[in-house]
Structure formats: C-alpha cells, structure tokens
C-alpha cells in the first residue's frame, strides 16, 4: 500500500527477496516499509439489510472470510445464566431465556420488534440473584422497555409472549420501595458503598461503586422532594447501577436531571454533564486537536475521558438526539470499558490494567509513558433521554444496537397527589385552590388519548407547572387562566388546539378574570423610575449599576398600553430570576420591548442574531488563526455569562433545535462546556481550584426572541423543544387604541382620520390571518413605516403609499382580492385616480317670488286672540320592566373607495324580509351621533353610535303584539331625549296613543299614560275598528326633554315634560290637522279642513296656578297687492317642514340677495322648493314670505278608501314627509319619489336612470342650486306594498346627521351617510385627494448638480413651435421639459441643472389598462385556444368544464392557500443540513488544526443531506375522506346546497393533493343506505385531470340521488378507521362529512364519540353539514373537543377541512 507520506508497505517476503540482492539503508533511502507477518485484520460487522448501515462492497466483501457469530446456543446460555443467579428459581431462569429467545427469532423481526438483548441477561438475573422476590416482568421491562418502545400491536405481541411463558405477575408486583441507608465500605482501595433497599417487607443489602466524595444519605437534599414513585425510581437505579449503566427515559421537564443528580449525591459521585447535540461528531466526544503555545499541534481529552480516568458520573443529557454513528464509539466503553483515542493512547479497566501490570512486572509510569491507563472502577454513566415517538421513522432511536448499552428506567410523568406534594414543598405559600384547580386540569389533559390534548399537556410539564405556582404564591390574585394560557401560548395556537383548550378549560372552571370588558388605561401602567427603583405597573426593581453604559441600550419606544402590560409581565418574571421567552409575529415590537425594558433597568445588554446556519461553535467561540496559534475569541453568549449581561437571543427559532439545545443546560444546571477547553460552571463553590472555569455571573439572565411557530413562519418549533425552560410571554400588536396612541407620536402631522383607517383596516387584516384566510399577518411594523412615510412625505398619497406593504402580494390574485376589499371597506382609496369624483350634477333653481305677508293677529274680522286654558296633571308610569338589549357588530363600509361620491359610508341593519322601517331619529351630543331606526312588523328598535363598531337591538313584540285584529299595522315614532336623561327615548304608536320611555343604558322600559287618555271615553279602545284614530308626536324639542301630543281632527294639545314627570294639556277652539313648533314658546297650528295657520304663544314654563294664558292668533297669509285693491284667493297649503330655529344672518342674506338680519324660519311645501318667512315668529309686524316655486307641485297624497256605507273618506297621506332643513348649510334636503324628479336632466340622452329607492333632492340657498343623488335600492323589499305606501312615498326615510349631512335607512335596512353641506364636501374632497395622491398628473426629474465643462452656447429663447407639441430635451424648442439654453432654463455656466434622462414616466393603471383592443383580443383567443385544446386532450365537452368550474372555483382561494402551505412544507422537509469534511465551503471551526498539519478536507458547507443508507424511508402521511353520500344529502340539498358543498370538499382534496403524492396519499370513501364502504376515488387511482374529477363528483351527485335511505355513518367511519392502519403511514387521517342524522336511526352520539377516538394513531376528525334544529351542536358538545365541527353554513365545510389540515397534518412534518 502507498502511504501519503511517500513510504510504501510491502509483504514480507518480497522485502525479504530484495534484501537478499539490497542493503537494508537502500531500502529505506526508496522509503520501502516491511509488513510483519503476523499483521492480521479481523472486521466486526452486523448483517446490514436487517440493520442500518451501509452494506459491504463487493471487492472488499471478497477478501474476508466470513464467520456468522450467532447467540450462545440455549444450554450453553442457560448454563450461564444458572451459575450467576443461584438464588433464582431455576424454572425462572429458563422462562426469563426462553422469553428473550422468541424475542430474537426471525419472526419477531418481522412483525418489526426490536431484538432483544440477550448480551444483559446475565446482569439481570445477578439483580435477581441478590432480590429473589423481585417480579420478573419488570426486570424485563429494564431491559427492552417495550411499553414506551412499540406501537400497540407490538405491545400485544410482547405480553402474548410473556403470557406464554407464564412471566405476567399473578399477584401485584413486588418492586423495590426505597433506599432505607446508604454506607461507605471502607476495606478495600475501591470506593464503594453498601446500599440497603426496602423490597416486599425485607431489607437488602447489596455493594454498588460509588464516587469519591463522602456519601450522603438519601432524602437529606434540601432541593429535593421525595414522593414515592422517586423513592422507588431511586432504589431500582441502586439495583441497576450494581451491574450496568443507566439510560433514564422521561419527557421535557419531569424532572430526569434532578434524579439523576440526587442519586449521584447519594453515593458521592462528582457529575460530569455533557449536554449531546445532533451534528456532535465522535471527535467532541472523545479528543480534541488544540495548539501548544509553540504553535505545534496536540490533542485534548473531552470531558467524558476525563470523567473515566478520575471515577466521575457522566450524565450524558440528550442520547436521543445524536447519531447512531456518533454513539457506536462508546459501546466499547460501555460493554468493554475499553477505549482507544486518536492519540494512540489506550483506556483499560482497572483489572485488566492489572493483570498487564503484573504480567510485564512494570510500574505504573512506565505504562504512562507508553499511553497506557486504567479506567477507574466507579466510573459511571447516565444517560438521559426522551421517550422515541412511536411511529414516527425520524425519533426511533431506540434501536436494537443501543438497547444492549444500558438499562433502562421509565420516569413517569407524577401522580397528581405527588405532583401537588412537590409543589407543595417547593413552594409552600401557594393559594391551595388555585393549586388544586390547575393540577386537576393538567392531568386531565394527561390522560387523554386525544392527541392534540396531549401536545397541550407538553406545555405543562411539572417544571412549566412549578413556575407558575411560583408566580401565585409572590401575586396570589394574579388570573390561573391567563397563567395557564400563558404557559400553552395559547394565542398562537392553532386554531383547533385553542379551542380544545378553552374547552377543557372550562370544563376545570378556569375563567378568565370578569373585569376584561375595562379598558386597562395607561395611566394605571406608567413606568417610573424613581430614586434608582423602577416601576412598572404595580411591580418594582431596583435600577442596575453598570459599568458598561454603552452596551445599555436606548431606543425610541412610545409607551402603549399593551407592550407596558407584557413590560409589567416580564418585570414579574425577571425578579423571580426567569429567563424570558417572547413569541411573536414578525413587527409586533418584540426587540423594541426588550430594548426598553433593558433601558429602564438600565442592564447592559450582549446581543446575538441566530440564523439556519447556526451551528453550536457559533454559538460559543468563533476560533481564529494568529500566528500559527489557534485563539479563541468569546462569543456574545460567553461575554454576557462572564460580565452579568443580559442576553437577548434573536430570531431563536430560525436556527436548528439542536443547535439551540445547548441553551438548556446553560439555563437549567448553569453547565456548559466550550470547545476550548474551558466549562462554565454555576456556582462558585465547584470551582475549588479547577482551571478553565467560567463562573457564571449572578447578575446573566437570557432574554430569547422568537416568532410564533407554524406556517407561515419558516422557523422551527422553538418553543415545542425549549418552551418550558422559559418563562414565556405571547406579544402581540396592540390593540386598536394603543397602536392610535402610538402612530400619533410617530405621525405627528398626519391627518387622524388616516391613521383610523389605517388601524382598522390592518385590524381586519390580522384577525383574517388569525382565521387562516390570509398568510401574512400584517404587523404594527408596517403601519409605523407607512405612518414615517407620510409625514416625512406628506404630500404623497395614502393609497400609493399602502402598495409599499401590499405590493408583495401584486402577483397572488386571492390574497390581493381580499386585502383591496378590507382596504376599501375601511375607506383607503387604493386604485383610485384622482379624476374619479363623481358628484350629483347641479342644476339651477328657478328665481325667488314674493309672496307676500304673514300677519298674525290685526284681522279685519275682529277676531283679536283667543285666550286658550290649560291644566295641569301629573304623569302615571306604569314599570319599569327590564327588558332585552341585544347587541351585534355592524359591518360597516366606506363608500369613498373607489369614487368620491355624496355618500360617506353605509352598513345594514339586519331586518328580516318583512320588516319596514317607519320611523327614524339621531340625536347628537358633544361628537356623539346616536342613530335610531324603528322597524314596525314586529316592532323593533335600532340604535347605534354612528361612529362605532356595533349597534343594539331592542325587540318589542311583546309589548305591541303583532295583529290586534287583522289588519292592525303599528306605527311607531321615536323621539331621542337629551340631558340629563341622555340615552333615553320616547317611542310613540300612533293608533293606540302608547308612549313607552326607554333608558337604553339601564335597560329599563316605563309607560307613561297622560291624563287626558284617562278620561277618554272607553269606546274608543283601539280594537272596536269603528273609526281609526290618529295621535301625532312633535319631537322638535325632544333634546330639551318636551313633547307635544294632539290627535288630527282633535281639539286639545298635550305637552309632556319627561324631566319634571307633569303633562300639560290646551284645549283649543279649533280642530287640528297639523302642529309645528316652530320656537319653545310658539307654535303653528294648522286647522283640519280649512288649513288655516294659527299660531299659539305660550309662557315658556306652565306653573299650574296661572295656567289659561296660552293665547291663539289667527294668521293670515296676505298675497302682495295687486294695486287694485283686489286681492287673489290662494289655495292655502300645508308646509312638510318648519324649521325651529333661524338661519344665521349671514345665510339669511345669502339667501334672500340683500343683507338683513332678523328672525326667520324656511319651510317647504307641496308648491315651492322652499320658502323663507322673514321676521316670523317673533316680530308682530307682518312677516314677508319669500319662495321658490316648483315647475308643477308634487302630487296630491291619493284619495283612496272611501268608506261603503257612507262612512267617511279616508285620505291617506304617507306618515313621513321626509324632510330636513340644515340651517347651518343652508340647504333643505329631502327623498323624492323618481317620478318627481327631472330625470332628463339629470341623465344624459342614452343612459338609462339607474334603479333607486328614491332621490335625495338637496337644495341649496348659498349657491341657488338644486341636486339630486340616487339612493340605491335596498336590496330587499316587504311584501307588503301597501303598508308601505302609507309609511313614506319613497323606500327610504331621511333625518339629519351632524352638521352638514343627512342619513338615509332604506326599507331593506341599509343605513347610508350622505354628505350635502358644500364646505363639508369640498373639506372630504381635499382629504380624499391626498389620500389618494396626484400620480400621474404631476412630472417627475431626477436633478443630479454637478460642474459642466462645456460652454454654454449664447441663450435663446428656442424656436416657438407652431402646433406647440410637448417637446423633451434638445436645445431647440421653447418650452421644452428638459434642455439646455432655450427659454426658461435655470442657471447659466458653472454647476447647472441637468435633466438625467426626462420625465420618468409612471405606467398608470389608465395606461395599464389602455392595451389596444386587437391586442387584448389577440391575448384572449390565445387563453380560449389553449382551453379548447386542453378540453379536447381530456374529452369534456365545454358544458362539463363549465359544471367542474362551478365546484373548483368555489374552493379556488382554499386549494390556493393549502397548496402554498404544502409547498412549503416540500421546503421544509428539506432543510439543510452541515455537510462535514468537504473540499470546499466555510472552514470546519473544529479542523482548523487539521488544516495546520496539511489536511485538504476542512471544509463544511449546507446541503442536502442524503439519508443515512439502511435508514426507513420516509412514508407518506394518509388521508381518508369519508362523504355522506345518502338520499338525505340529496333531499336537503336544495335547503342548505349540502351535497353541493361536499362535492366541493372533496373537489378542494382532490385539487389540493395533486403532485404531492409521495409526502401525502389520500382516499375518498362514501357511505349512504346501500352500504358504508363504497370507494369513489381509490389510494391507487388517483385522478389525474379534471375530466376524472368531474367524473367522481358526478358519481357522488347520481348516488346520492338513486341510493337507498338509511344511515352507515357509524359503519363508515368505523370501517375508515380500521382499514386505514393496514397500509404503512407515517400518519393517519379520517375525516367524516355526515349530516348528523344520528338520532332519527337511533343512534347515541357517546357512541359516535368512542368510535371517533377508537385508535389512538388515526386523527378522525367529524364535520357534520349544518342539520335539522340543534342535533349538530348537541352532537358536537358530547365528542372530544377539537375533533368535531358544525358547518351550519355549508359554505364553510372547506374553510374547516383547511383548518384541519394545517393544524394537525402540517403541523409535525
């Protein structure tokens, strides 16, 4: 063989041939080596296709001969067996062997259980041997721990076996109880200790190895709380560590370490911790290649070695986590205690150390010299591990070679009364209630089969759990079910995983704390710090002294009330000495918290970044080459743990877990070892005189960063592997409010209407996120840079400036869809142009005419004023009765999107299709408008803050009953009061004369019953229906807490004075048609037949005693003289509308043309547009009416219904006039039927008007001018036409909103703003300008100033340019945009500005969209050839894709989202790995020196890893579908589209597993009455195209139409379940589609639920389509939570199978 060196090695012989003819020195001089005759190479190897490994290569396989060592044959074995355990029933033994045969034949190899290994029988029986009375089961359970190891059927064939050989305990087991003492043994150099154990009544004694160190007796540790199980767990370590090491198995956090470290204190052992992390090579574990000072190169020994020579306990922390590779090198120190290193030096144990000594009569240093060293005898190992994950092909570690290293204990998690004992004792001051509560909740979850419960019970190890209580018993009224929350992160759970949780959480009676519904206020969490102490919330801590001030760090951070809450959070973990973990979505402020919270503690902070390709040298030391020297410099991490820094650890979840495991030794023993040499240690105390230690500083504390798991993040699960070191708080963006607060102080300058919309609008956008509808959650990151934004550039507009967050999703059209429509809907004009404003168009109003005058009073007729009495009562109420509040949320739109219209936003009141809305009322106080809405058919009440997010229903069926007889039709007014009583309103029916009051914050309804109701006559009653009654409410002065009642065609007036409880009635000497109030203490009476005007004065306060002064005038309407003194008649008619109060002088004369101040009220009329009464009501001399006409009148109210037998005619005029005056605009607004209105001007010739519910006529006094803005129809009208036609003429009602605009709620219950006021109009128009921007219209340069060389030539104006053309660049043309010296350049000579290219020229959408026509069609047919092509490919005809589109595009957006999740996973599936010895790529940090010494492959670079040769292949996870494909889906399709809906289920399963065969394998199973099993899409045809799908859903469509009635849901699923297992997965899936018919066959839904939960390996999961009544969510609460879903709208069956999907599938790949 040629050695690299240049030697070459020869067979002996031959050397010896060319001795005979060459000197020896020649030989040497040509490097020629002899090889000794006696070399000889034997190979140990295992049989490879049975093991994993790499088989043999044939040219290497050849030159061995092969030997097959086999088991000891059975006699020989049992021989054995019999001489070490003498005291042991002989037939025991035989059984015990015959056990562990049948274990090792072939077939159990086949049925895939690991062999057994028989290499520890003989340890076992020598157990045996000292405690005959010991169960054997259990011994076999230390040596091939098959409860944790198999699935259940290898459990089954496991005890079938020991069934056989009659090794199953008969009676209870015996098992050791507890170490009763523990001694030193003093007679020989050996260390040991004689142990004595308490089994089955009797005290044993046996000798165990034990440690340098005195012992200590056990349960003498202060720290350590013994329970039972511990004490027995220890004393059966004791039995284990007489004869071989330990392997401890024991989930995250059940306290493994604590044992391991009690029972090495027991026996005086030191503790050597190595902590295993995957990409560990041999090397770490063994020697090491460091640099002498001198630069030459040599080897150090790794901790394990060390701990061999001096006799110390090595724990070694994470076994499960290497690679077998990496382990094989310690079975040889394991069986053997044997080991050679890379230095040539060789480990023996001490009695064949001894022997060689004594053989070759040499001292011990001599043996030194030559390498050779004793192992000492009380060196022991315990490894620590996670229990394998039975069924997964990545985390089986327990193999067949390692289960022959050790024995192996089971650590159960505890009992619950052990666990409470525990905690108890740790933490004695604990609130007992709150202990007991969360215990029993845990364990509740324990012991569920229900996986995703057992994922939640994880979180709450017996370490998570004791921290908790840690935090009770400092803030004992602190909430359990935040705290528990807390400890699961609930918030980024998935979204199933919550909801199992709250359940269970419910079920314990964990409530949330009741006072949430308070806004925390900020004032109550200010962060002081005040003479060195700070304090945050009700938490305080001293201020830190340090000496780094430049590493504490400093930021900008506005306080909000959220992150001070989390800040008050983290304080009261840090002083209970925690290490935080802060999970979040990206941009929630997680660094900024931190920082600050750093700040305030004024604590120094080391600060490092992980990434994929963190590596744990990176973590630790980064090694460096000077001068021939390898140096070490420390990293952030070592820094922070030798200075008592904090260390903030960012981005932790993007670098491996195992790479990031490293963190927990550090945090849980304060133990770590670095690659040079150096270990930190925790307490000082274990220094004593050790060199190469780092103390860790009391003051390090570790701060981690990470985001939240799960898709779409693509980090890994930090939180699932280290979660439960740290205390863990959930960030998330602050609320609404707060993050309000917060952008103000970033935006100081802009506008807050916009940061409102931007609030909102990002608001609905993380709560899609939340639901899974969208992947990106959208953080407070992006609206600060959008803020920053717009005041660093104001100008720019909001909706080009929202593209910098939302342009990433340009190219995906589902997710852009979504965000437009919630940008929108919040009124960011995203997509508008500036030119888009689409204003009603103005028209002209006719001249103002003179009318003449209103005279009150000096009537020729003598007719002075009459005197009018009046009496006084006091008001009955009867109640008050509580009556129901309902609240709901309204979906509230801006309609500013797109356009700029009249109209602000709009939002829909749930009325049902019957309801009309007959009456509608807003009452404004400081800022708040509060809009009510009566509906009459029930009687219903609406009111809502038109500004907030939810409105209240108040239902009053009970009270007004529905028919009274027949044809009774309610029509009810309301009337808001004002303060004091604030909140409350009167409703009124006008038929029965009812007046409710309502107090809408207290609930509570009063009648009140006016006097003059008393003495009517009770003929009257409203049921006799001999003649209709109408009473009439004036609501003017409703804010001042007055009424005013009258009946038409009565003769008396009741005022009612809500505040002071009194009613005053006038009786009159008129009969009434109408009342106006048109001043406090004036009215305007109208009598009935004659319209006559009357006004009335009165006193503004009635007191009883002078009541009788309310006077009458007649007023008289006097036409202009005519000059002849002949006056004309003119029809007397009734004004719609009066205002109550005047417009302000400068209106007045705006509006008459000639400056005048005086008192005036406008009214509006059949006749005129508008008429303006100057100097009425106050001034007694005549009052000049001034008015402008309409063309023709609108018409006459329709006489109808005249009464049969002479009856009287009834004419019935719509109840509402629909009309208001803005006094402050100067406008009178009101909705007029599309027949009243000039369409023909309005529209132009060829388009048609659209279809409205009415227009909105405004007509303005300061601009002369007339609109009309369409209301769109309401989108569904009452069948009752008539009924609507006596409420209002148009389908709309109207009342004034605010200043300057009016609200309009249609029939259908659309409730929409208008804006008329033109300064308010003209104000939105500018804001919505900027929003959205001037693009396009403005040019855009880039100036670049810099020194021209060159002359300018002699300026000139430019040539003038006839056709004036745009003209860019060149030095030619005037006027250009760009150039040099034509006319209107700036600058001449020296630096100059020089246009860089021209204007840049922005592609507008206009110009996106202004493709040519040929163009696009050319494009279109290109799209429509392609699909016909494709439709021929696969023979549909078009009709069919048309009907596959109606299902495909209905779970288009579902099929998009799961696919990108899929892909991703393909991503994450394959993540890269190290790849070690490569010739290029980044240096190895652990080869530098190998680099030294010459060697070429030094390198490591990521790729992909091939899998280990012999390894499992990775299996497909397996879903099963189970449709209901019975006649009832069929039957009831045509209710709720159930059998549509399921069609599209499986449309979206078969869509969205296409291409992903090898990581997902599906089926599709249906069941109905003709069977349960009846296989529609099979596991190996799987459909191709969509002519094949169609095809299956066709198939679907026609069984369910032709099948048999009945139900198989049971059988189906049961089926399911069984048949699915047969076929080899990774993971199980089935999910049911049924429509919970069960009860009709009779059959118990507890049933259903055992079925559900019948295999703990298979996830089945039920989702039953929306049913009859309540059956599906009785059903669904008695199945286990998280397992079962209720699609009451059928539309969201695929919503819940993507739910399903992405929490449970892709959750663990």
Known sequence: MQLEDGRFLMSAERYDKLLQDHTKTELDAWKIVRVSENFRVIALGLPVPRYSGNPLDPPLRSRFQARDIYYLPFKDQLKLLYSVGANVPAEKVSQLLSFATTLCSQESSTLGLPDFPLDSLPAAVQILDSFPMMSIKHTIQWLYPYTILLGHEGKMAVEGVLKRFELQDSRSSVLPKEIVRVEGVSESHVSQASVTVQIAGKEVTIKVPAG?????????????????????????????????????????????????????????????????????????????????????????????????????????????RVNTGTLAVLQRLIHDRELSLYDGSRLLREDRYMRLKEELKVSDEQLRERSIFPIHPSFRIIALAEPPVIGSTAQQWLGPEFLTMFFFHYMKPLVKGEEIQVIKEMVPNIPQEALDKLLSFTHKLRETQDPMAQSLAASLSTRQLLRISRRLSLYPNENLHSAVTKACLSRFLPSLARAALEKNLADAVIERTTDNNLEPELKD?????????????????????????????DVVFYDNIQHMIVMEDMLKDFLLGEHLLLVGNQGVGKNKIVDRFLHLLNRPREYIQLHRDTTVQTLTLQPSVKDGLIVYEDSPLVKAVKLGHVLVVDEADKAPTNVTCILKTLVENGEMILADGRRIVANSAA????????????????????????????????????????????????KPHSELEMLRQYGPNVPKPILQKLVAAFGELRSLADQGIINYPYSTREVVNIVKHLQRFPTEGLSSVVRNVFDFDSYNNDMRKVVINTLHKYGIPIGAKPTSVQLAKELPLPEQTFMGYWTTGQSRNGMQKLLCPAETHHIDIKGPVLINIQEYPIERQEERALTFTEECASWKLPLDEINLVCDIATSQENDENTLYVVACNPVTLHFMDMTGKSAYLVDLYDIFPRTASGVWQPFVTVAPLGNPLR??????????????????????????????????????????????????????????????????KGNSLTVLDVLEGRSHTISLPITLKAVFLVAEDKWLLVE?????????????????????????????????????????????????????????????????????????????????????????????????????????????????????????????????????????????????????????????????????????????????????????????????????????????????????????????????????GLEHLQRSLMEWRNMVGQEGDRPMQITVNRDSGEDVSSPKHGKEDPDNMPHVGGNTWAGGTGGRDTAGLGGKGGPYRLDAGHKVYQVSEAEKDAVPEEVKRAAREMGQRAFQQRL??????????????????????????????????????????????????????????????????????????????????????????????????????????????????????????????EKFKYDIVGHSGDGYNISLVPMNKIPKDNKQRLEILKTMHAHAQFCMSGDHTLEGTKHAIKEITKEEADEYFVIVLSDANLSRYGIHPDKFAQILTSNPQVNAFAIFIGSLGDQATRLQRTLPAGRSFVAMDTKDIPQILQQIFTCTMLSSV
């Not at 027991?266 to 002498?292: V, W």
């Not at 107090?999 to 209709?1028: G, Q």
């Not at 005519?1122 to 004004?1135: D, H, K, R, Y």
């Open 212 to 320: 340098t160190k005195p012992l200590t007796q056990p349960c003498t540790s202060d720290h350590f709380i013994q329970t039972l199980s511990h004490k027995q767990l220890l004393a059966e370590m004791m039995q284990s560590h007489m004869v071989k090491d330990i392997c401890l198995i024991g989930g995250k956090g059940c306290g493994k370490t604590v044992i391991a470290k009690n029972f090495a204190d027991t026996l005086g052992y030191n503790i050597e911790p190595i902590m295993l992390y995957q990409d560990m090579t041999a090397r770490d574990l063994l020697q090491q290649r460091y640099t002498l000072p001198n630069g030459d190169t040599a080897w150090r020994s790794s901790p394990l070695v060390n701990a061999a020579l001096q006799g110390k306990l090595v724990l070694l922390d994470g076994i499960h």
């Open 525 to 553: 969490y200010r962060c002081e710090v005040a003479s060195g102490s700070l304090r945050i919330g009700a938490v305080s801590a001293p201020i830190y002294k340090a000496h780094e001030k430049m590493k504490v760090p």
């Open 687 to 734: 220094v004593n005189g050790r060199e190469n230690v780092v103390v860790i500083h009391p003051d390090f504390r570790m701060i981690v960063l990470a985001n939240r798991p799960g898709f779409p993040f693509l980090g890994n699960d930090f939180f699932g592997t280290l979660g439960d070191i740290f205390s863990c708080h959930a960030v998330d963006n602050p």
């Open 983 to 1048: 909140g409350q309103v009167v409703l009124h029916e006008q038929q029965s004369n009812v007046i409710l009051l309502l107090d809408t914050t207290s609930r509570a309804l009063r009648r009140l019953i006016l006097s003059s109701e008393k003495n009517a006559s009770k003929r009257s009653s409203w049921w006799n229906k001999e003649e209709a009654e109408t009473y009439k409410m004036c609501k003017e002065f409703s804010h001042k807490n007055w009424l005013v009642f009258y009946k038409e």
């Open 1088 to 1316: 009935n037949k004659t319209n006559q005007k009357y006004l009335l004065t009165k006193p503004m306060h009635i007191e009883s005693e002078d009541s009788g002064v309310c006077q009458l005038h007649v007023l008289k309407e006097e036409p202009p003289s005519t000059g002849f003194g002949v006056t004309q008649e003119t029809e007397l008619s009734i004004p719609h509308k009066v205002s109550s109060d005047q417009l302000s002088s400068e209106n007045l004369s705006s509006a008459v043309g000639q400056k005048i101040a005086s008192p005036n009220r406008i009214l509006s009329d059949e006749n005129s547009y508008v008429t303006i009464v100057v100097g009425f009501p106050d001034l007694m001399s005549p009052s000049e009416v001034y008015s402008w006409k309409r063309q023709s009148s609108l018409s006459k109210p329709r006489v109808t219904d005249t009464g049969f037998y002479g009856g009287e005619k009834k004419s019935l005029t719509p109840k509402q006039t629909n009309c208001v005056t803005l006094l402050d605009t100067n406008q009178i607004v009101r909705i007029l039927p599309p027949g009243e209105v000039p369409l023909k001007d309005i529209y132009p010739k060829d388009v048609a008007p659209p279809q409205t519910a009415g227009y909105i006529e405004v007509t303005d006094l300061q601009s002369k001018k007339l609109r009309y803005i369409p209301i769109p129809r309401s989108e569904s009208l009452s069948p009752y036409t008539t009924w609507l036609s006596t409420i209002s003429d148009t389908d709309a009602l109207l009342a004034e909103w605010g200043k300057g605009g009016v609200v309009t709620v249609d029939m259908g219950g659309c409730v929409r703003l208008w804006e008329t």
């Open 1432 to 1557: 021929k490919e696969i023979q549909m005809s078009e009709y069919d894709a048309a009907s596959y589109e109606r299902f495909s595009g209905a779970v288009r957006r579902q099929v998009h989202s799961l696919r990108v999740i899929l892909d991703n996973l393909q991503a994450k599936g394959k993540e890269r790995q190290w790849l070690r010895h490569q010739a290029t790529g980044d240096l190895d940090d652990s080869k530098i020196i190998d680099g030294l010494t010459g060697e070429k492959a030094i390198y490591k670079r990521r790729g992909e890893l091939e899998p280990q040769l012999g390894s499992p292949q990775q299996k497909p996870k397996h879903l099963r579908l189970v449709v209901d494909v019975s006649g009832s889906m069929y039957r009831f399709n045509g209710v709720d589209g159930r059998l549509e809906r399921s069609m599209e289920a499986v449309c979206m399963v078969m869509e969205a597993f296409e291409n992903y065969e």
